[in-house]
């Protein structure tokens, strides 16, 4: 079975940086796709962002482009996926959750529906 287990979140001001991971873990866990997703309070999850195994495709939403940045490294059985978070605003307080797909593409990757295992979240909150 694989776990997702997210850290890294926190309470910062405008204009910070955090760094978020997650640690995937299964016994047969490898060449996956993964990616970021984040719930503000009364709406709907939305994409951050998405990598591939080795890191050679990553796509982002619109909304963090040039402010996040995704990675990952791998070892047997075991990836850690980050998202570096820049020049943090309000508007990106939400509980920010990981997630793997069994396929290791980018392709749709915005959707949710594509993902197959999902952590517990990590809160992010940004004051003014």
């Known amino acids: 079975q694989v776990q997702l287990v997210e850290s890294g979140g926190g309470l910062v001001q405008a204009g910070a940086s955090l760094r978020l991971s997650c640690v995937a873990s299964?016994?047969?866990?490898?060449?996956?796709?993964m990616g970021w997703f984040r719930q503000a309070p009364g709406k709907e999850r939305e994409f951050v962002a998405c990598?591939?195994?080795?890191?050679?495709?990553?796509?982002?939403s619109g909304s963090v482009t040039d402010r996040f940045t995704i990675s990952r490294d791998n070892a047997k059985s075991k990836s850690t996926v980050y998202l570096q978070m820049n020049s943090l605003k309000p508007e990106d307080t939400a509980v920010y959750y990981c997630?793997?797909?069994?396929?290791?593409?980018?392709?749709?990757?915005?959707?949710?529906?594509?993902?197959?295992?999902w952590g517990q979240g990590t809160q992010v909150t940004v004051s003014s």
């Open positions: 997630a793997a797909r069994r396929l290791n593409t980018v392709a749709d990757g915005s959707d949710e529906t594509r993902y197959d295992f």
């Open positions: 299964g016994p047969t866990f490898s060449n996956t796709a």
């Open positions: 990598i591939t195994w080795r890191g050679g495709n990553r796509y982002y």
